[in-house]
T-cell receptor, first 113, second 113 residues
Framework: DSGVTQTPKHLITATGQRVTLRCSPR?????VYWYQQSLDQGLQFLIQ???????AKGNILERFSAQQFPDLHSELNLSSLELGDSALYFC????????????FGSGTQLSVL | GESVGLHLPTLSVQEGDNSIINCAYS??????FIWYKQESGKGPQFIID???NMDKRQGQRVTVLLNKTVKHLSLQIAATQPGDSAVYFC????????????WGAGTKLIIKP
């Protein structure tokens, strides 16, 4: 158990819909990262928050947004969903902002039908 | 663009033998490297990391070797066990990046009984 909690584990929705994925980092970790993993794309970095502030942005679509709350949990919002958004979405956390030694949650499997 | 690549997408090893998973990186400015193990249906799990001021680092049954001259990273697993079956990812962090890891495509390790 990494200590990172993600909910829900599975999500099935339709095209055009909006979903919210939730992540609680390990106790004491200030950074939260969101990754997308598709079969043909590997691990793609989406966005990082550190202590409530956006720290770095990767290949995150404009339809996607995230935030980190004062209690350090984070949410990833995916809107106007398309079939191609179907993937595993992972949250990871680390102590500091430097992107090292990330601990991953077990992921949310999103299926867009 | 920058990339971290793996020489072999699939590696089959006899149980009890040693496994060597290789990774090539392209950015000579990378100063941090890390290996993750991802079992089916789970999130990536940290195995071991190494900084560029080191050539070798050992953990429990695992050793990471870094050859900066040829920009090559390897993960050695001693006495491979069935539980080692997984996809293994290497990642690098260039000093000039926005603190984000650059991930390889992954190598699937298959253990033959």
């Amino acid at each position: 158990d990494s200590g990172v909690t993600q909910t829900p584990k599975h999500l099935i929705t339709a095209t055009g819909q909006r979903v919210t994925l939730r992540c609680s980092p390990r106790s004491g970790d200030l950074s939260v990262y969101w990754y997308q993993q598709s079969l043909d794309q590997g691990l793609q970095f989406l966005i990082q928050y550190y202590n409530g502030e956006e720290r770095a942005k990767g290949n995150i679509l404009e339809r996607f947004s995230a935030q980190q709350f004062p209690d350090l949990h984070s949410e990833l919002n995916l809107s106007s969903l398309e079939l191609g958004d179907s993937a595993l979405y992972f949250c990871a956390s680390s102590v500091g902002p430097a992107g090292e030694k990330l601990f991953f949650g077990s992921g949310t499997q999103l299926s867009v039908l | 663009g920058e990339s971290v690549g793996l020489h072999l997408p699939t590696l089959s090893v006899q149980e009890g033998d040693n496994s060597i998973i290789n990774c090539a990186y392209s950015n000579s400015a990378s100063d941090y490297f890390i290996w993750y193990k991802q079992e089916s249906g789970k999130g990536p799990q940290f195995i071991i990391d190494i900084r560029s001021n080191m050539d070798k680092r050992q953990g429990q049954r695992v050793t990471v070797l870094l050859n900066k001259t040829v920009k090559h990273l390897s993960l050695q697993i001693a006495a491979t066990q069935p539980g080692d079956s997984a996809v293994y990812f290497c990642a690098e962090k260039p000093m000039d990046s926005n603190y984000q890891l650059i991930w390889g495509a992954g190598t699937k390790l298959i253990i033959k009984p």
